[in-house]
């Protein structure tokens, strides 16, 4: 483990330890191991897993008994630069709640739980398809010092341990510090991503298909602006795994 690594498990550590006695940090009433990401169980029975079917692109789930593939009435109006977009769970309830805790509060206990969602959507999602490389969308360096972790780097590690597909979180880097996305319209997310991302200089991809890994989903317009960097950069297929994504 490098300084970087050991400074930042340090820190994970320290406030998972801060906790104590070990009660849900969602409910605050029951009993919650730390390495359940001090969940209880009642409020992880409360997590809204996505169901299929999917619209084949975008991953939005629709009502019903459809059994052939199909696109979603947005995806037949865009088009996306990865092949295809899945989510674990909805954004929304204990999820949406713990995640912002996590990314804004730095409630670093919830890391555990949060994995858990995502690895039980996408590691059985992901099975047998052959994938190359697991890249996560990058914040940038400034949001990165402040944050002092990547959430979206932190899942996909995860990802990589579950499934043993090589992680490269230096692929991509984001150049332009765009503001935050979450009171835009479509349209504005994606002239505010339009040309954040870059592949680092020096490193191109030569025919792999990746996947990239995200926190949330919501108009696709990041993830998006992302594939299309690394298509352009090599990329033969980009995949899209998030943990959570609106509805
Ligand atoms: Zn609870
Ligand atoms: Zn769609």
Request: hydrophobic residues 40%.
């Amino acid at each position: 483990m490098n300084a970087a690594a050991a400074s930042v498990k340090c820190w994970f550590d320290a406030g998972i330890a801060l906790v104590y006695p070990p009660v849900c940090q969602l409910c605050g009433e029951h009993r919650a191991a730390p390495q359940e990401g001090l969940v209880c169980s009642r409020c992880r029975a409360k997590v809204r897993y996505l169901q299929p079917p999917f619209c084949e692109r975008c991953g939005l789930p629709c009502q019903g008994e459809i059994t052939t593939p199909f696109s979603c009435a947005n995806c037949r109006a865009l088009d996306f630069h990865f092949r295809s977009a899945r989510s674990a769970a909805a954004a929304g309830g204990v999820v949406l709640e713990s995640m912002h805790r996590y990314k804004y509060q730095r409630a670093v206990w919830f890391e555990p739980f949060l994995a858990d969602v995502f690895m039980r959507e996408a590691v059985p999602g992901l099975r047998g398809q052959g994938w190359d490389l697991i890249v996560p969308v990058p914040l940038h360096p400034t949001k990165r010092r402040e944050r002092e972790f990547n959430q979206a780097e932190r899942m996909a590690g995860y990802l990589s341990g579950a499934t043993k597909i090589p992680l490269n979180k230096n692929l991509l880097r984001r150049v332009v510090p765009t503001r935050t996305q979450t009171l835009l319209t479509r349209q504005q997310r994606a002239a505010n991503v339009r040309g954040a991302f870059a592949m680092r200089q020096g490193l191109r991809l030569r025919g792999q298909r990746v996947i990239l890994v995200d926190d949330v989903f919501t108009t696709g317009a990041t993830t998006d602006a992302c594939a299309r960097v690394l298509r352009a950069g090599g990329a033969d297929e980009v995949c899209v795994w998030t943990v959570a994504r609106g509805l």
